[in-house]
């Protein structure tokens, strides 16, 4: 790219050409730091890889209970700990209410006898 010598603008605004120049300059120094961040993110990735199976493998279960059963994240509140180290996830108010599922009602209502 070639940039012009300061005061040398050509019909442009002085500050739309120092925006422009800035705006270059950081995409420069961004996509040039980027390289080096992916390849640490290989590399802790490589690391983490047998940890993180073990972890699903583990949580695999319990975690699809729980999508089961949440449907909708976007229905609940962040997380709140608590002092005693309990995880409190409340329901937003604006949330359809909650029905919970009958034990042994199928999709149509019916129930198995």
Known sequence: MQRSPPGAETGED?????MKQGL????????GGMGQTFDGMGQ???DAAP????LFARL???WQEVLDQVKDFSD???PQILPNGDILIRRKE???EYVPAVPG???DGSVDL
Do not use: C, I, V
């Not at 270059?24 to 996509?31: C, K, V, Y």
């Not at 940890?51 to 073990?54: E, G, I, K, P, V």
């Open 44 to 46: 802790m990735a490589e």
């Open 76 to 78: 609940y509140e962040a």
């Open 51 to 54: 940890a993180l199976r073990d």
């Open 24 to 31: 270059q300059l950081f995409l420069d120094g961004l996509s």
């Open 14 to 18: 002085e500050n739309s050409s120092k």
């Open 60 to 62: 695999g279960p319990a």
């Open 94 to 96: 604006e949330a359809p």
């Open 105 to 107: 009602e199928n999709e």
